[in-house]
């Protein structure tokens, strides 16, 4: 493509609006945490250990990041069959770490932190739900690049759709060791 | 050669949304296209800006139409207007408006001016209008993304007037629904369904407003034409990045901030509620904290404003120059500047929260902080001035709202320095002095730099002009009454009379104010009169106004005025102009102006 050859130092606009997509979220989430933070200084703050599946959790997002960058990989040299594979893989870690955070919840009830009872734990329903609804946005994405990759009547040979889903997934999964340092720290 | 990639970078842009939605509109080969994807899903910038400027219009009267009815209440609190009950039905039994609903009507006053006018109405209308036809591109980065923004701001819209239609009314508890009036249902009937409306359409407005931000910096920023470097642009197009840049930034934070209210409201939590008594009842709820929710809210709030003024000043300053055919005085101070409120807007929210219990110690910082904004707006002003003196001035409708600006920006701007000291505001805070101040500063002075665009960019937008004498008739109206209006408003403040009563002729200390209120409310039913008239103007003129005979009805350098008159989606018929100079060669070696497109001859130096 030469037109693009022109254009090689110059990075692809949707990949800059998702770079600008992601600043946006991590306001976000620096919103949760310093409100966290705000709150952890005032009086009757009640710590407690964090869930352990979050580690399993963590482990299974570290995998699906994997998986996705395989599956780049794949794309970019039309091994499409293995590509199908690798993002379904990726999508379906996505759906098993949506399984263990709320597995996770489900520990926390038991120790008798539920969502209106302390407000340090009301902070993890919250920070960690809004997590796992950017995650299940991406496991989203996944499912319509897969129905793309079986249209016949369209063949799309650009790889910057995957590329920007790849990097969205990437962006989750490092947000998700951020939260999870932060709150195992700030307890 | 850049040029050619912008070309065909675009190019693919449009394809990857026909892709997607099969409802082709190719520049090359035009074919035609079905009313729904022209005029109701369309993803021509140009066409998603003037549906943003419509909405934003259909909501301004709205909302002023609401500061009406309650200035009725403030101005005749012993009349009785039998009409209102006609409308209003139970809200207004016996012709005098409830202290109910003066609340709603208060709260989606401002709601409604500050987000849906003030934010989406002008940035969502200039932004996408200017940005693509003045840095020379085709459309936006993403033009699907652009017309999503478009239709989350339709439902936020649609969610929010669903609101006025329930049982219990709208949210009631101020534009800033701080808690625990916000938070719980039985505080107020405004605080019973009509306040989850009112966050739905704020998450959905939110949604809106970063769609449409990453579109602007990344069409900003990409897409320039050959030869538009950073420095060559107009300043309108630095006042949206910098506008973008903040609402990217700030508006997910209110959004965290909202949903920590929700999950107060419907999930038990206490993230702003702390030992409360409502109806005799002890709440549940307890270590939470009210101020941590302004915290968050003006985190938000004050770069909000910035949101609001930032666009006016850029449209300001280009239609100045291109008025008094001269340039811009000072362009990398005005950049400068822009830049600078940019960063401190991000570092002064406490000063709405000076008298919440704020550390004095740490207000003073944020006194110092406050203070220093000053400086770049005192430079733009004496940069807009110097930019009329001794200039050749056509005193259009557009050049006259723009001066109107920069007057209304002083005598509000000057108001903020007492403000913004945190011992004046102990007495300052919560009175009509801080109605005065935001509305001069923020509330006229935007509508004024949204005039001026309007008027000054309507016939590039419809192919017509607007009336030129019901203009002058709406400037010099709206000019005298703003100042009619607010000026008097600093006298009651100072007085102490507070903000969001509902009735002061119970108050000795206000009886004095009667005939000042009688007369504000008086001025403020001329002055909406007038906004009708423009209203008018608007959209009698989209099908009946003057024609534009000639692509540059201004003689101005930048790149919109080279498109054909009613350009197509793609915005130019062939290759996209290079641009070689910067935009406000004005009255330079004896021509009275030069385009951006004139390469830069021998003979001549470049700015």
Redesign the interface.
């Known amino acids: 493509m030469a037109t693009m050859s022109a254009q090689k130092n110059k990075i692809h606009p949707h990949k800059f609006s998702l770079w600008i997509a992601m600043g946006s979220i991590t306001m976000m989430f620096i919103g949760f945490t310093s409100a966290y933070v705000v709150k952890r200084s005032q009086a009757n703050w009640q710590s407690f250990e964090l869930p352990s599946i979050f580690w399993i959790s963590t482990a299974v997002i570290l995998a699906s990041s994997l998986t996705i960058h395989l599956a780049v990989r794949q794309f970019k040299q039309r091994n499409m069959s293995r590509y199908k594979q690798l993002i379904t893989l990726t999508a379906i870690l996505g759906v098993l770490f949506t399984v263990c955070q709320i597995l996770g919840f489900a520990d926390m009830m038991k120790h008798n932190l539920p969502l209106d009872g302390p407000v340090s734990a009301s902070f993890i329903y919250v920070i960690v739900g809004v997590h796992i609804l950017h995650v299940l946005g991406g496991v989203v994405t996944l499912m319509v690049m897969f129905v793309r990759a079986y249209r016949t009547r369209i063949r799309t040979y650009s790889s910057v759709p995957v590329e920007v889903a790849a990097t969205y997934w990437h962006f989750v999964d490092l947000l998700w060791i951020y939260l999870l340092v932060f709150l195992s720290l700030a307890r | 050669?850049?040029n050619?990639?912008t070309l065909?970078?675009q190019h693919?842009?449009i394809h990857h949304g026909d892709?997607h939605h099969g409802n082709g509109h190719d520049h090359d080969h035009h074919h035609e296209q079905s009313f729904i994807s022209k005029y109701v899903f369309s993803m021509d910038h140009k066409m998603i800006a003037k549906q943003f400027l419509i909405t934003g219009i259909i909501w301004a009267i709205i909302g002023a139409l609401f500061s009406v009815l309650f200035r009725l209440q403030l101005g005749y609190p012993d009349a009785t207007f039998p009409w209102l009950e006609s409308i209003l039905g139970h809200w207004a039994e016996g012709g005098r408006i409830t202290p109910q609903a003066y609340y709603a009507l208060v709260t989606m006053h401002g709601t409604i001016l500050v987000f849906f006018v003030l934010t989406a109405g002008l940035s969502g209308t200039f932004s996408n209008f200017l940005i693509p036809l003045q840095v020379g591109a085709r459309d936006m980065?993403?033009p699907f993304?652009n017309m999503l923004s478009y239709w989350f701001f339709f439902m936020a819209s649609m969610v929010m007037m669903a609101s006025f239609f329930v049982q219990t009314g709208p949210a009631s508890g101020g534009w800033t629904a701080y808690p625990p009036l916000s938070a719980l249902g039985d505080a107020s009937i405004g605080s019973k369904i009509g306040m989850d409306l009112w966050l739905v359409s704020m998450a959905l407005f939110v949604v809106s407003q970063?769609l449409g931000?990453?579109?602007y910096?990344?069409?900003i920023?990409?897409?320039r034409t050959k030869g538009m470097s950073m420095t060559k642009m107009p300043l309108t197009i630095w006042s949206f990045f910098f506008t973008a840049v903040l609402g990217?930034?700030?508006?997910?934070?209110?959004?965290?901030?909202f949903?920590?209210l929700l999950?107060d409201r419907h999930?038990?939590?206490?993230?702003y509620l702390s030992e409360l008594f409502v109806k005799g009842k002890v709440l549940?709820n307890?270590?939470?904290?009210a101020i941590?929710y302004q915290?968050?809210f003006w985190?938000l709030g004050h770069p909000e404003v910035y949101i609001i003024i930032l666009p006016a000043m850029g449209m300001v300053s280009e239609v100045l120059a291109i008025n008094s055919r001269k340039p811009i005085f000072g362009y990398l101070a005005m950049v400068g500047s822009m830049f600078a409120i940019a960063i401190l807007a991000f570092l002064v929210w406490a000063h709405h929260m000076f008298v919440t219990g704020l550390n004095p110690f740490l207000g003073a910082f944020f006194v110092l902080l406050t203070l220093l904004i000053a400086v770049p707006s005192a430079i733009k002003v004496f940069n807009w001035i110097t930019t009329i003196w001794k200039g050749n001035i056509r005193f259009t409708p557009g050049s006259l709202f723009s001066i109107g600006f920069v007057s209304t920006f002083i005598s509000g701007g000057l108001t903020g320095i007492w403000l913004g000291n945190s011992s004046i505001d102990i007495h300052l805070h919560d009175t009509y002095f801080v109605i005065a101040h935001f509305h001069i500063v923020m509330g006229v002075s935007a509508f004024f730099g949204m005039f001026a665009a309007i008027y000054h960019w309507f016939p590039k937008m419809y192919g017509r002009y607007l009336n030129q004498t019901i203009g002058f008739i709406h400037f010099w109206i709206t000019m005298a009454g703003a100042y009619l209006i607010f000026w008097p408003m600093h006298y009651e403040g100072m007085a102490g009379m507070p903000r969001r009563y509902f009735d002061y002729s119970g108050w000795e200390s206000f009886k004095m104010f009667t005939e000042l209120n009688q007369f504000i409310s008086f001025v403020v039913i001329i002055v909406f009169a007038t906004q009708l008239l423009f209203v008018f103007n608007f959209f009698y003129s989209i099908f009946k106004g003057r024609k534009v005979t000639t692509t540059n009805p201004w003689q101005a350098t930048t790149l919109e005025w080279t498109t054909p008159i009613n350009p197509g989606h793609g915005n130019w018929p062939g290759e996209i102009p290079e641009v070689h100079r910067w935009p406000y060669d004005y009255s330079k070696d004896g021509k009275d102006f030069i385009p951006q497109t004139v390469p830069v001859s021998a003979d001549e130096s470049a700015h």
Do not use: K, Q, R, Y
């Open positions: 050669m850049s050619e990639a065909h970078g693919e842009v892709d980065a993403s993304m970063l931000g990453l579109n910096i990344s069409t920023l990409n897409l990217v930034l700030s508006f997910p934070v209110l959004l965290s901030g949903i920590l999950f999930g038990g939590t206490s993230f549940p307890e270590g939470g904290s941590l915290h968050l985190f």
